[in-house]
């Protein structure tokens, strides 16, 4: 498995401090302790900065999840989205919801989801995102939190998976593209 890293782009000291800031940052826009955030984690690559998160953040917050896709298969995505797990909240009506994404690539997952969950009522969403590739956008979309912007490469670790693997690595690291050609 080593051996199909072609190097570290987010080491596990970068990633710590990068969640400790956005934390801060995320307290400080919602100061009013006494209402609840809803932090919604976006099945599967984002549980993973979802636990290191919700960990730093001192307002109070509940969970949920959501399972959602745009890659049908292999690296590139597929243009649609399919929700495979929905949220289904009585009280969404009263919540301020914060989509936790693990990465954004043609933004077409995150802008398609934070239509959908205004649509079905939600008080107010907003979106977080570890890691950022603007140059692959295909529609124009732009997270209220990111973690870091990085190159147009595959990455995998920190949650991200190539065919489901990877995910538990420590650290954000480069897959060698003849790992997903051959
Ligand atoms: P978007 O809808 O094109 O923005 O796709 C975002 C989703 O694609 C993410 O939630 C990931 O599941 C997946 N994705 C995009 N780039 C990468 C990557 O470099 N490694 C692993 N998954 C990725
Ligand atoms: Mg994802």
């Given at each position: 498995m080593k051996n199909d890293i072609a190097y570290t782009l987010v080491s596990e000291e970068e990633i710590d401090a990068t969640v400790t800031r956005i934390a801060a940052e995320i307290d400080r826009d919602y100061p009013d302790r006494s209402k609840g955030l809803l932090l919604l984690c976006i099945l599967k690559g984002s549980v993973v900065f979802m636990g290191d998160l919700m960990k730093k953040i001192k307002v109070p917050v509940e969970i949920d999840c959501m399972k959602v896709s745009?890659?049908?298969?292999?690296?590139?995505?597929?243009?649609q989205i399919h929700i495979s797990l929905d949220l289904i909240r009585p009280d969404i009506n009263k919540c301020d919801l914060l989509i936790i994404e693990d990465i954004i690539d043609s933004g077409v997952t995150l802008s398609h989801l934070t239509k959908y969950l205004k649509l079905k009522g939600a008080k107010s969403v907003k979106t977080c995102t570890?890691?950022?590739?603007?140059?692959?956008?295909?529609v124009d979309f732009t997270p209220d939190y990111c973690g870091a912007e990085i190159p147009d490469e595959f990455v995998i670790g920190y949650g991200l998976d190539y065919a489901e693997k990877?995910?538990?690595?420590?650290f954000v690291g480069v897959l060698k593209p003849e790992v997903y050609t051959k």
């Open positions: 745009s890659y049908g298969c292999g690296t590139e995505s597929t243009g570890f890691l950022d590739k603007p140059t692959r956008r295909k990877y995910r538990a690595l420590p």
